[in-house]
């Protein structure tokens, strides 16, 4: 059933790019058999695929994600390794935190107001948009946490949760770099769940209710505290995941620049055509090329049969650029999302399925409104782009345009004189 050539090497060469054309060898069949890391695999495509991929009686995560990845972007014992009583008892707890218009909304204030202290900053020089969102980015979640590092301390952290997100999927010094990362801020993170629990009575009676110290005080689904090390390693998945918003902020500036019409839509369309704005960069730009799991049971799909212990894979890329599922899919639209929300197998970049019960990021919430929310301020900030490359390489992941997205901030005084500059035409794809 599973071919003998390992395609690990074609993955890590074509990048995003690897799983539809492995599917156009087989036809665009929804599920191509395949070989990666050495495992047979089953590479899945289509709405029934992300049914069947988020169900959790047919893929578990538990041992599913390598070591090269748990070491660099999620952690050892974090919550996307986990499965049944013991997933929903963790993931309930991410739940409370991240979801409910309280929750969004304050993060999302906290960004703006971060945001509107850098460009102050920013005013009369040269900025690298995507180095800066980070930043801001950072300061604003880890105020929010209840984490916050001293002012000299904060670009690091970011700096680190950047390289935790751009190693995970490379091989030599990005991944080594990402490596070093995730343990200087594991260990940061540790010592300060030790020093709250030091400082707190954590039977009930605890002094606070910060983020920080709902994470400090969870119990798993036998009762006990996080050791200092897998609380840590969910306070990083919490701030992480923020920051990692800066490269759809960096996306959001790139369809800005290629298409400048989109600034007065965004300027005049209100909440609804931001948010919307918000879900079409998610789905046109590569972030995530693929998810993966392994099969729980011998199972079937679609008829093929599906081996218990299969390493499963949906085509998430792939998904957002199909022309049968999304008309002219290269096109950079708005009004695909203007007046509705995405069906839960339709869009996703962040999972399918229920984020309440299942493996979809319960963060989806503070993802789309924070880019709405930056993407409107883009919009609003009078801005030269000098020349630079703009190109964003799909073999790369995760990807980003390679300059990162330089911009030029006029002072207050000549962005009131200065008239509007021009930005090159449209050009399909990516």
């Known amino acids: 059933m599973f071919p003998v050539i390992d395609r690990t090497a074609s993955l890590l ?38 049914e069947f991929f988020y169900d959790e ?3 578990l ?4 994600l390598p070591g090269p990845v748990l070491d660099t972007l999620f952690g050892r014992g974090a919550v996307h390794t986990l499965d049944g009583d013991a997933h929903r008892v963790r993931k309930a707890m991410f739940v409370s935190l991240l979801t409910g218009g309280g929750s969004v909304d304050a993060l999302t204030d906290r960004v703006e ?26 300061r604003a979640v880890c105020d929010w946490t209840g984490t916050a590092a001293p002012e000299d301390a904060a670009r690091e952290v970011a700096e680190d949760c950047v390289a935790m997100v751009d190693g995970f999927a490379s091989v030599g010094s990005r991944h080594w770099k990402a490596r070093r990362a995730r343990a200087r801020q594991e260990g940061g993170l540790a010592r300060t769940v030790d020093e709250v629990r030091r400082g707190a009575d954590l039977l009930g009676r605890g002094s606070g209710d910060s983020r920080l110290e709902t994470v400090v005080r969870h119990r798993d689904v036998s009762g006990r505290l996080l050791d200092p090390h897998t609380a840590a390693v969910e306070l990083l998945n919490i701030i992480r995941p923020t920051v990692a918003i800066a490269w759809y902020v960096t996306f959001a500036a790139h369809a800005l620049h290629r298409a400048p019409r989109l600034r007065d ?12 704005f918000a879900h079409e960069v998610r789905r046109f730009y590569p972030f995530v090329p693929f998810v993966g799991g392994l099969a729980a049971a011998d199972l079937h799909f679609l ?3 599906v081996p218990e212990g299969t390493l499963v894979l949906l085509d998430v890329y792939g998904h957002h650029h199909d022309p049968g599922l999304w008309p002219d ?29 299942g493996h979809r990021c319960p963060g989806e919430d503070i993802t789309v409104s924070v880019l709405a929310a930056l993407a409107t301020d883009l919009a609003r900030l009078p801005f030269d782009v000098p020349e630079q490359d703009l190109r964003i390489p799909l073999h790369r992941i995760p990807t980003r345009p390679r300059s990162g997205f330089v911009l030029s901030v006029p002072t207050l005084e000549r962005a009131r004189h200065a008239p509007p500059v021009p930005s090159p035409p449209a050009r399909p794809g990516v």
Request: proline share 9%; hydrophobic share 35%; aromatic share 8%.
């Open 13 to 50: 060469t074509r990048g995003y790019a690897w799983a539809p054309d492995l599917r156009r060898r087989h036809a665009d069949a929804p599920a191509v058999p395949t070989r990666l890391m050495g495992r047979p695999a089953l590479l899945l495509h289509g709405p029934a695929a992300v």
């Open 57 to 59: 009686r047919h893929v």
């Open 61 to 64: 995560r538990h041992d599913a």
């Open 113 to 138: 107001d971060h945001w509107r202290r850098a460009v102050d900053g920013w005013r009369g020089r040269e900025a690298v948009l995507f180095d800066e969102v980070a930043a801001v980015l950072d």
């Open 265 to 276: 839509d965004l300027r005049t369309g209100g909440d609804a055509y931001a948010r919307a």
């Open 303 to 305: 008829g093929r049969p």
């Open 329 to 357: 899919p290269y096109r950079f639209d708005p009004h695909r999302f203007l007046g509705r929300e995405p069906g839960t197998g339709e869009l996703i970049p962040q999972g399918g399925g229920d984020a309440r019960t």
